[in-house]
């Protein structure tokens, strides 16, 4: 269960729709390029439509802030059996990270299970617990700069880890960065300014999604939601707006 799961959801009856061209994608679709199963014709780059028009505003607050930069698109729309896919996929990663054996219950295989949880939503197909992304509210973003090149946030989208909370990089670089140890004093004041870029990078996302409405995933720099039980739960609503988006609809 998240914090947000008992919050009653009221589907408005927003459609699913194409995200238009004037927002950039990252492509190809990085989970589609897995083999994640999105079935025929089922797009992962569709939002409800009061989520695009949102997005479209968040964009034009970043151009504001930071001319030539634009938000550009990791992923949108996530249908159950991809979901289902991509926590198994990363439980796997994160074991042959760790040396960890996923087919032999043991505590390193409770211990990767429960740091994935943290990031990746249970597939849920409980209509009262919908996984963000199933219900068309959820974007993963980033930020590139003005010839599309995609711009380094500090830490990969998906990274399991503190690395990826939204203030990680807050207070400059942390101690386990790599490198940090034993690194010169030049070559620290080097690592303490590209940490703080990062940071200030991540700072101009949240505030450009921010000024749209956007609510961010508390571990996540790269989530936002609009309208779904995560929104309703960081902006104190009283009921979500969008319930999972059922893949026949």
Same mark, same amino acid.
């Given at each position: 269960?998240?914090?947000?799961?008992?919050?009653?959801?009221?589907?408005?009856?927003?459609?699913?729709? %194409?995200?238009?061209?004037?927002?950039?994608?990252?492509?190809?679709?990085?989970?589609?390029?897995?083999?994640?199963?999105?079935?025929?014709?089922?797009?992962?780059?569709? /939002?409800?439509?009061?989520?695009? %028009?949102?997005?479209?505003?968040?964009?034009?607050?970043?151009?504001?802030?930071?001319?030539?930069?634009? /938000?550009?698109?990791?992923?949108?729309?996530?249908?159950?059996?991809?979901?289902?896919?991509?926590?198994?996929?990363?439980?796997? %990663?994160?074991?042959?990270?760790?040396?960890?054996?996923? *087919?032999?219950?043991?505590?390193?295989?409770?211990?990767?299970?429960?740091?994935?949880?943290?990031?990746?939503?249970?597939?849920?197909?409980?209509?009262?617990?919908?996984?963000?992304?199933?219900?068309?509210?959820?974007?993963?973003?980033?930020?590139?700069?003005?010839?599309?090149? %995609? /711009?380094?946030?500090?830490?990969?989208?998906?990274?399991?880890?503190?690395?990826?909370?939204?203030?990680?990089?807050?207070?400059?670089?942390?101690?386990?960065?790599?490198?940090?140890?034993?690194?010169?004093?030049?070559?620290?004041?080097?690592?303490?300014?590209?940490?703080?870029?990062? *940071?200030?990078?991540?700072?101009?996302?949240?505030?450009?999604?921010?000024?749209?409405?956007?609510?961010?995933?508390?571990?996540?720099?790269? *989530?936002?939601?609009?309208?779904?039980? /995560?929104?309703?739960?960081?902006?104190?609503?009283?009921?979500?707006?969008?319930?999972?988006?059922?893949?026949?609809?």
């Amino acid at each position: 269960m998240r914090p947000w799961s008992s919050i009653p959801i009221a589907d408005c009856g927003e459609p699913l729709l %194409e995200l238009p061209g004037a927002l950039p994608r990252l492509e190809p679709h990085p989970y589609a390029a897995l083999g994640a199963p999105y079935g025929i014709g089922a797009s992962p780059f569709r /939002l409800r439509s009061g989520v695009i %028009e949102r997005l479209l505003l968040a964009d034009a607050a970043l151009r504001r802030q930071q001319p030539g930069w634009r /938000l550009t698109i990791f992923d949108a729309w996530r249908p159950l059996a991809v979901q289902r896919f991509m926590v198994e996929h990363a439980i796997a %990663e994160e074991c042959r990270l760790r040396g960890v054996d996923p *087919h032999r219950p043991s505590p390193a295989l409770a211990a990767v299970q429960a740091e994935v949880g943290r990031f990746w939503a249970p597939p849920s197909d409980d209509p009262t617990t919908p996984p963000p992304h199933s219900t068309g509210a959820a974007v993963d973003l980033t930020l590139a700069d003005a010839e599309g090149r %995609e /711009l380094n946030l500090g830490s990969p989208i998906d990274a399991i880890g503190a690395v990826s909370e939204p203030d990680h990089f807050a207070s400059g670089a942390p101690a386990t960065t790599a490198g940090t140890a034993g690194a010169s004093e030049a070559e620290a004041q080097a690592m303490e300014a590209e940490a703080r870029e990062w *940071h200030r990078r991540r700072t101009l996302l949240r505030e450009a999604m921010a000024s749209a409405g956007f609510a961010q995933h508390p571990n996540e720099w790269w *989530h936002f939601s609009w309208g779904d039980q /995560l929104w309703a739960w960081r902006s104190g609503a009283a009921c979500a707006r969008y319930g999972r988006w059922l893949e026949t609809g």
